[in-house]
């Protein structure tokens, strides 16, 4: 009994799944066999052709013949009909199929998208990866704007699809993610990042992400930075598993190029600090607090102010001054650079139009500044609109950044230059160029870094170093100005080696507009203990 009772269960179950019109053809099949079963067992046939026959003059068998074909024509119409119906049916179900599959892969790499991972869950995750522990990589690629602008967006589309195999290939069990752009998530059983064999596992994984790959005929490297969480130690929800990826990653990015950094709590307190410090810098720039100070350019030999070197200064709300070390990669990280530069440089003219004509202005570009190649033009327009004369102006740029963008540079340099503006080489002999090798980009004064001032005050090949940067530079008809002057004995050096101006604390420290007019334009009313104060080295 048990059984049967199993068995149309089962039946119900198996009619319910079936569509309107399986279970109409079935009703009317069985409803067919039924009448016919029943004019069988009544003969029904017999009596019909007898009655047929006793009424041949009513043409009842034509009108018969014509109902039977009807009823074959009505029977093929509705076959078709039916296969017509099931065929649309499964187009629609592919689609729809599609559809979903779309919504939830990414179709460039045909991997799992950010929505696949939003309906994921740890439970299915452990099963799949036949894991308790699971670590979780957020990977980024780094440089890959650049190659993409290299070798084209269908090349940056290659680039991303030989890393998806590349990631993939990585570990037998684990599933990949594309969260977007060139940022992927790699889960995978924990135990190959446990505290001893992480790191070289991350390091492995890394190593086959940067391997180089031929696209189009070009030959591209690309880096990766990697941030790993562990569940259940760092989290008991896929959300805050992959936030704890992503914050570990953030700080692998500002540990250099292919880096990998393991969760840790501390993170999350630094993250929120950075958080309230950019939120600060966006307040400075949009209340404009961040201000110009000066330092003053001294001719060497006779104590005279020749220039004064634009430094920003930032006072906190408790009256703590920034330095710009601080807020500068903050500001060029949110963006706000360009607008930062654009508000100290017109706010500076003005500052400068005020002094004599002959004290010039340096101002310092930041390094990711230079990519932008209307840079030129943007600083010869705000000089149009403050009116502050070209050739006043000396723009300064790190060796480093000249290194790194020489074509843009270039362009931004040539438009300065055609303007009237001079170009100066900040921090010279850090960035180990040769000077020879940017003598093209026609710069006007090279600015030799503190360290070396500091060694022309010790042992004769120390400051035979030195003499050689200030000969070469006089050869190429560049001037010199000797950064970080401290003490007399420093100013003394770099003077005898041949450098004719210098800066430092020796001489002031940066200082307000105000001040700088006070203590450099009209010094006679100045005394004497007030400027010792200036020059202070801490
Ligand atoms: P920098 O262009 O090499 O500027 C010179 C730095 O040396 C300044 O630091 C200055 O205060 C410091 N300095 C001057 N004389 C002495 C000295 O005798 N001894 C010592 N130990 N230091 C001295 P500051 O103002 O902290 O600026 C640091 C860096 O921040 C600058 O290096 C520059 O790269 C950047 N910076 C400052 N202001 C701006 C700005 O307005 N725009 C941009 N893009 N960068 C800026
Ligand atoms: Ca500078
Ligand atoms: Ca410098």
Not at 148 to 171: C, E, F, P, S, V
Not at 207 to 230: F, H, N
Request: aromatic content about 8%; proline content about 3%; hydrophobic content about 45%.
């Amino acid at each position: 009994m048990p059984c049967m009772l199993h068995r149309t269960g089962f039946t119900v179950k198996l009619f319910n799944t079936l569509s309107a019109a399986q279970k109409d053809a079935i009703f009317i099949g069985l409803a067919s066999v039924v009448l016919w079963l029943t004019a069988v067992e009544m003969d029904a046939y017999e009596a019909f052709h007898d009655f047929l026959e006793a009424h041949e003059d009513w043409e009842l068998d034509e009108i018969l013949l014509a109902l039977i074909l009807a009823g074959i024509g009505g029977f093929v119409f509705g076959l078709r009909r039916y296969l017509e119906r099931t065929k649309e049916v499964l187009l629609r179900r592919e689609a729809q199929a599609r559809a979903d599959w779309l919504s939830t892969h990414d179709p460039l790499t045909a991997l799992p998208n950010r929505r696949y991972f939003s309906v994921l869950n740890l439970a299915e995750l452990q099963a799949d990866l036949q894991a308790d522990q699971l670590a979780f990589l957020a990977i980024d690629l780094d440089g890959f704007k650049k190659i993409n602008d290299l070798i084209g967006h269908g090349g940056g589309d290659q680039l991303l699809k030989t890393t998806a195999l590349r990631l993939m290939n990585q570990y037998q069990d684990s599933i990949v993610i594309r969260l977007g752009g060139d940022e992927f998530l790699l889960i995978v059983d924990a135990d190959q990042f446990g505290r001893a064999s992480g790191v070289a596992a991350a390091k492995d994984l890394i190593k086959s992400l940067c391997a180089p790959m031929t696209i189009s005929g070009v030959q591209v490297e690309v880096g990766a930075s990697v941030g790993i969480s562990i569940y259940p130690e760092n989290g008991l929800e896929m959300a805050d598993l992959l936030h704890a990826a992503d914050v570990a990653l953030y700080f692998a990015k500002r540990s250099g190029r292919n880096t990998a950094a393991f969760f840790e709590l501390s993170m999350h307190q630094d993250v929120a600090r950075r958080a309230e410090l950019e939120t600060k810098v966006r307040t400075a720039l949009q209340q404009r607090t961040i201000m110009p100070h000066y330092q003053p350019i001294m001719d060497l030999a006779t104590g005279n102010v020749v220039g004064a070197e634009v430094l920003a200064r930032w006072s906190g709300d408790d009256g703590t001054m920034l330095p710009p070390d601080v807020f500068i990669p903050v500001a060029e990280e949110i963006g706000g650079i360009v607008n930062l530069s654009e508000q100290l440089l017109r706010k500076a003219t003005e500052d400068a139009l005020k002094w004599p004509a002959d004290i010039t202005l340096a101002f310092n570009i930041a390094p990711t500044m230079l990519s932008d190649r209307l840079l030129g033009k943007r600083i010869r327009r705000i000089l149009a609109e403050t009116g502050f004369p070209a050739s006043r102006l000396e723009v300064e740029f790190t060796e480093g950044a000249l290194l790194r963008e020489t074509e843009a540079a270039t362009t931004v340099i040539k438009d300065l230059v055609a303007g009237g503006t001079r170009i100066a080489l900040d921090d010279f002999g850090t960035g180990y160029s040769n000077i020879l090798q940017l003598s093209e980009l026609s710069f006007s004064t090279i600015k030799i870094d503190r360290k070396f001032v500091d060694r022309a005050v010790r042992d004769d090949t120390q400051k035979a170093v030195v003499k050689t940067m200030i000969d070469l530079a006089g050869r190429l008809g560049v001037a010199t100005i000797a950064e970080g002057i401290e003490t007399a004995e420093q100013r003394d050096a770099v003077l005898n080696l041949g450098c004719s101006l210098g800066q430092g604390y020796y001489f002031s420290r940066a200082v307000p507009a105000w001040k700088f007019e006070r203590l450099f334009v009209s010094p006679e009313t100045v005394p004497h203990q007030e400027m010792d104060r200036v020059k202070q080295v801490p």
